[in-house]
């Protein structure tokens, strides 16, 4: 596994831009990053922290978590906000986000300061429509992480960090989703974070607190592990011209430094599916 970038403190949200690279966020330090084709890395919007999920809008800027859900221009940083942190009752943020066919956000609120020492509390799931309308589609998150559509559409998977596994829901044609079960646990300790689907319906979950990257079939069971050269792997995405480019980010924690988080990269067998681009109006 090749390490292309270091020295952040806590890296989330990678997204593989075919046009541009992968872009990624630094949620400690601040700022949206680009490791373009030619792995050089530059600074792609200054200093918004707590961003932990990412995704490219069809209009041509960057969904982005954190404080609220908002789309920054690339060329401009201009910023236009999507769902206000107000908008619902207790929470103090958003983390991980993902897209699906048509476009709409599905995105996971948080009810407590992750790094704040607050007692945890349950958040949920959202979708919020084209139109910039939300709904609310299930509770009882401890702690929202990954999310990613299976390749029909009509499956989504959702890590709840602090239970220690991974939901799936069957999503309707409306893009509500209905009651989630089971899909994969974590043995104790284990932490699921970031969430990608590859082609053959594999389901590949970054493990926090595990130096690895967790492989599942498509009926939950245990494929294989990837590991990883550092213990706090945050998330992961497919990139790359056929997506068999497998790029991991990870933390600090657990390192040689409180600065040390990394991208890493490394090919695997199996291709990961495109993700589709935001088109939530603007």
């Known amino acids: 596994m090749q390490q292309l970038a270091t020295g ?58 954190g404080r ?14 999507l769902l206000a942190q107000d908008a619902i009752p207790g929470a103090t943020g958003f983390n991980d986000l993902t897209t699906d066919q048509a476009g709409r956000v599905y995105v996971g609120s948080l009810a407590f300061r992750v790094f704040g020492g607050d007692p945890p509390k349950p958040g949920h799931l959202h979708v919020i429509d084209l139109d910039r309308s939300m709904r609310t589609l299930s509770d009882g998150v401890m702690l929202t992480n990954g999310l990613g559509f299976s390749a029909d559409g009509k499956l989504l998977y ?34 699921p974070d970031g969430l990608k689907v ?25 494929r294989r592990d990837v590991p990883v050269p550092l213990p706090m792997v945050t998330s992961l995405c497919f990139g790359g011209d056929d997506l068999r480019d497998l790029y991991v980010v990870t933390g600090s924690r657990g390192g040689p430094s409180e600065n040390c988080g990394s991208v890493f990269r490394t090919r695997v067998d199996v291709a990961g599916l495109p993700l589709h681009p935001a088109r939530v109006a603007v």
């Open 158 to 191: 959702h890590c709840d960090a602090r239970s220690g596994l991974v939901r799936v829901y069957d999503v309707k044609a409306d893009g509500s989703v209905g009651p989630w079960r089971t899909f994969a646990t974590f043995a104790a300790g284990g932490v």
């Open 198 to 222: 590859a082609s053959d319906g594999s389901v590949w979950v970054a493990d926090a607190h595990g130096g690895r990257v967790v492989v599942f079939n498509p009926d939950g069971s245990h």
């Open 68 to 81: 609220d859900i908002a789309v920054v221009g690339r060329a401009d940083g201009a910023t236009h906000q």
């Open 8 to 65: 952040y403190g806590l890296i989330e949200g990678p997204v593989w831009d075919p046009s541009r690279g992968l872009y990624f966020s630094d949620v400690i330090n601040g700022g949206v990053f680009l490791l373009d084709r030619a792995d050089q890395v530059s600074v792609a919007v200054p200093r918004r922290r707590g961003i932990g999920g990412m995704a490219l809008h069809a209009a041509g800027g960057l969904v982005v978590g």
